[in-house]
Every structure is written in C-alpha cells, then in structure tokens.
C-alpha cells in the first residue's frame, strides 16, 4: 500500500499499457475515419497523415505525462499536476468539470452506446435501452469497487481481444481488400470549406479517437514501481495506439476504397462485408460490445481517483476519500462516480453537455502539460526517473495543439463554447463553498483541543 492513501500498488507494466490502450478505443476507430476522409476530399495520403500527426501530438502529450507521472507517482494523476504546479483552485475545476460531465457524461455515453449496440443481438427481450445502460455502469463498478487487481485483469482481457481481433481484421482487409466500393454510395463531396479547414476539422476529429490515455495518469499511485514502469507503459501504449489505428484506416481504405469508405456510415461493418459478407454485423457489433465495455471499465478503473484525491484535499465529499478495508479500493468513489454517471445515462440529459463541456478538457491537459515547466524551475533538483525526450519542444507542442483545438472551438461554436466554459466556472462557488468548511472544521478541530482537559 501507499503510505499517504492505503490504496494497493498492484498495477504493473502490462496492466497500465492495457488501462491505456483499453480506455482510448471505444467507438472513434470505427467512425471518425470516414469523417476524416471526407474532410481531406477522399485523399489517402492526406488523411492517413492526419490519422499520424494527431498520433505524435499524442505521444508529445503522453511523454510529457510520463516525466510527470514518474516524478509524482500519486493517486489523482492530472488533477495532483496541475494542484502542485498551479494551485488547488484550477485543479479543483478540472475536477468538477469532470465529475459532472465530462468524465460522468462518457460513461453514460458508452453506457448508451453499449445499449444501442447490444439491443438488436437480443431479439425478443422486453429489456428497455435505457436499463441496459444502467445495468452495465453497475456491473462495471461492481468489478471494480471489488478490487483493483480485479477490474485490472477484466481489462486487460477485454483490451487483449478488442486490440488483437481489430488487429487482425485490418490485416485480412489488407490482404484480401480489392478497394471496390461494396456499399452504394453517393458521389462524394468536396469539403464546404477549404481544403485547410477541411483538414483542421479532421485534426480535431482524430484528437477525439485518441482521447483517453491522460486516464491512466489518476491510477499512477497505485501502480507498482511506478518511477520505471509508468513512464515506459504510458509512452509505449500510445505508441501502438497509433500503429493500430493507421493499420485499421488501412484496411477500411483498402477494402472499400477511398470514394465508398469516406461516404459509408458504417465504414468498419462495410469494410468487414467484403470480406465476411452478411455476419460481418454481428462480427463488428461484438468487437464493438468489447471496446465499448473495455473504455468504460478502464474510465471507471481510473477516473474515481482524481475525486478519491479532491476528498483527501478536503476538496470534496469526505466520504470519497474513504479505502473500503477489505478490497483496499476508494469503494465510494466508484460508486458515486457511477451512480451518476447511470443516472444521466437513463435520462438522457448527458448529449448536450457532454458536446458542449468535453473540449474543455483540452485546457487542463494544456495546464498538466505546462506544469513540467513549473516543475523543472521550481525544483531542478528533484529526482526525475525519467525526462521527457525533446524538452521544451516536445511539450511547446502539445500545448499549441491542446491551444489550437480549444480556440478552433471557441470560434467555430461559440455558442456551446460559452456553455461548457460556464460548467466549469459554476465549480468555482463550489471551491469557496468546500474550502470554507474544511476552514471551520480545521477551527473547530483546534478549539477542541485548546480546551481538552491536559493529560495527568
């Protein structure tokens, strides 16, 4: 256990590669390529570009949290960066952004998705959408309220088939692929843009199906010699992340061809069609049933954490700083996370907010990105197990990127730009309202004990 928090170190190597990996691919691979296409006008070249560009923005990300995570191997991963490096209040509103919607509003989505895609390979069960969805968050948490070691090794099974059978696909479609279009398709359009904002558009498409592996920074206080293996897993996870989906754009590309794959709406089951003909459905469907469960246990493995820390900085409900005694995991962080999380899931309420709050996430990664500047200023002596290779670019350029995305959206959609902006600002009485308290029950506490009897 952890001497601060008595959570388990029971991570190791492969566990964290897999909680990456896992976590990252949901529903992006199977969607966003034909998206990609389309904005770069039906060039291969060009979008496969934009699939590797995204790829190294990235690793530039990941290896820069790999420095951090190594030097500060504690529960609450981005959430303790951003604290140390720019004080509890920006920390606390990555927090509450995240607790509310955008990490609470994923999972109902996955939750959602998993439903939709579940519901047609059970024909005849009067079971209704939304039950299924808040069946699912419960089995999750239950797997993982039971014990890291646990919910680790559901991941990495589950991680291990969708990684290996999508693997294996994009080869076959490669081999096999006669890039005939094998879905009826309208001639394709070229972007209403120009080709640049076509390409920009793409970019931020493809920065989504990445989206994820900052996730693994929160379980870095429960990760075994987390000074040598985190860094290495964090680096190498990315890294064949971006293998794997250049492999599955491949494979579509070279099933379909260019022109069907960028205007098929279900460019993985299309792609698989040529080859597997009327099961490819059912065989998509269960890789996506997979990878849909495999991101939302590796969310609810990790995000719970970061809430597990706020508490324990008494910047958060108290009870979820508690460690259940038997299975050694934060039980009621899991569960509220989850509770919450199913309840936007069975009311729906969760699409908006999530589409109006998610990209405010780019600006705290930008944030955890800049602490390793802070860090090398203020403690240039501290142990650093492991340095970011290309120190300052390599970290200058993911946050032009985090910078860019964030002020493309700001002026491509003000509008819900100014919503999500206004979900994290509500998180700033709630900061007030927390410290407070933790203020009177600190004075409390030492009046207490100004007027305890002296011991005999």
């Known amino acids: 256990m952890t001497e601060t928090t008595g959570l388990r170190r029971s991570l190791g190597f492969t566990d964290l590669v897999l909680i990456t990996m896992g976590t990252v691919i949901g ?10 296409l389309r904005q770069t006008g039906e060039q291969t070249t060009l979008a496969l570009t934009v699939w590797a560009v995204a790829g190294v923005l990235s690793l530039l990300g990941a290896l820069t949290y790999a420095e951090l995570g190594a030097m500060r191997p504690e529960a609450g991963g981005l959430y303790a960066y951003i604290r140390d490096a720019f004080g509890p209040l920006p920390a606390f509103l990555y927090g509450w952004a995240s607790f509310v919607v955008i990490a609470s509003g994923s999972i109902a989505a996955l939750a959602v998705a998993f439903a939709n895609y579940l519901k047609p390979l059970l024909p005849g069960v009067p079971v209704p959408a939304p039950l299924i969805s808040v069946i699912t968050i419960a089995v999750v948490a239950a797997i993982n ?23 294996l696909l994009s080869l076959v479609l490669i081999a096999r692929g006669g890039g005939a279009a094998a879905v009826s398709t309208a001639p394709a359009t070229a972007p209403n843009a120009s080709l640049a904002a076509g390409i920009g558009a793409a970019m931020i498409g493809v920065l989504w199906a990445y989206e994820g592996w900052q996730y693994v920074t929160f379980s870095a206080g429960e990760a075994r010699d987390p000074q040598r293996t985190f860094p290495r897993a964090i680096s190498i996870a990315t890294l064949l992340l971006i293998v794997l989906y250049m492999l599955a754009n491949v494979g579509y590309v070279a099933a379909l061809g260019p022109s069907a794959a960028a205007n098929s709406p279900r460019v993985a089951a299309d792609a698989v069609g040529t080859v597997f003909g009327s099961v490819a459905g059912s065989i998509v469907a269960a890789l996506i049933l997979v990878s849909i469960f495999s991101a939302l246990n590796g969310m609810v493995l990790t995000a719970p954490r970061m809430y597990f820390a706020m508490a324990r900085d008494g910047l958060f409900f108290e009870r979820m700083g508690g460690v259940h005694p038997r299975f050694g995991t934060p039980a009621f962080a899991i569960i509220t996370f989850a509770a919450w999380g199913a309840l936007l899931a069975a009311s729906g309420t969760f699409e908006q907010l999530l589409t109006y709050a998610v990209f405010t996430g780019w600006i705290f990664y930008a944030l955890g990105a800049l602490a390793v500047f802070v860090f090398r200023r203020r ?22 990127a985090a910078g860019l995305l964030v002020a493309n959206t ?8 100014a919503i999500g902006l206004g979900v994290v600002a509500l998180g700033a009485p709630a900061y007030y309202a927390w410290r407070a308290r933790r203020a009177r029950r600190a004075d409390a506490s030492a009046a207490a004990l100004e007027n305890s009897p002296p011991v005999r």
């Open 410 to 417: 700001v002026a491509t959609q003000s509008g819900r730009a």
């Open 379 to 400: 403690e240039p002596n501290a142990a650093r197990p492991f340095r970011v290779p290309g120190y300052p670019v390599t970290p200058v350029l993911f946050v032009a």
């Open 27 to 36: 529903s992006g691979i199977y969607l966003v390529p034909s998206l990609v």
């Open 145 to 167: 309220v039971r014990g890291t070691r646990d919910s680790a090794t559901v991941q990495n099974w589950t991680t291990g088939a969708k990684v290996g059978v999508l693997t």
